[in-house]
């Protein structure tokens, strides 16, 4: 089964292409299948290696059971769970922060769920209540919105940095993929990660960042609109002369000023 139309957006070109690096940022009109297409690549890794993912949002309210039982909807719907897990599974049930795997059994009526799960949630707002525990098997690491139109936690960035050591820990086979819409230009993490290059980028191009003789790299793709390939059928509902929705339908930044909450980054 493919994994998608050829016109929707697929991460894993660039781990083809840059296979050395460990963060993989990708940001571009909304809903043209960059977050479908991160959780993919998290449940190949499992289906076939045993890795799991951690998924990351910035507050409590974005990880709760409401708001992300439904993350992996389309990988339901399309079959791909099923194809993944070799018919064992066609479901995903989302509790405690936990993605497991499972399958209703039409012989006894009852779901049967996987032994272990396939990833975690986490809100860097409460990272402080994961220091004590390890994530040996998590490979696969997303951060998902994590550019914001409202504004960003105070010091999210070393949040965020301390987040991403309690899951990796001291090991190197972890890779992080930076999931976002074209919201606001103005986001902390190009200041912190040194991304200078971000505010003149152009849709379709990736730019690779290394740091000295670390051994780091990181690699930003602003993401090619759809509309180059003939758009999204929803494009028609917001086809109005207004700007902002360039965002939506052909990955435009829909915002250029400051965040408005209070003790939050602010562009030098």
Known sequence: MALRKAKYY???????????AYYYMA??????????????????????HGEQF?????????????????LFDAHIANGRISELSGGTYSLVDYTGGKFVAMQYDEDSGKIVKDIQPMGFAFDLNAMEHHKSVSYPKVTTIIFDEFLSRQGYLTNEFVLFMNTLSTIIRDRTNVVIFMIGNTVNKFCPYFTEMGLTHIKDQQPGTVDVYTYADTGLKVVVEYCDPISKKGGKHSDVYFAFDNPQLKMITTGAWEIAIYPHLENHYRPK
């Open 10 to 20: 697929d991460i894993s070109h660039l781990l083809k292409d840059y296979p050395d």
């Open 27 to 48: 940001f571009g009109e909304r809903s043209n299948g960059k977050t479908y297409s991160a959780l993919n690549y998290a449940l190949e890794r499992y289906f076939k």
């Open 54 to 70: 951690a998924y990351l949002r910035r507050f409590g309210e974005d990880v709760k059971k409401k708001n992300l039982s439904p």
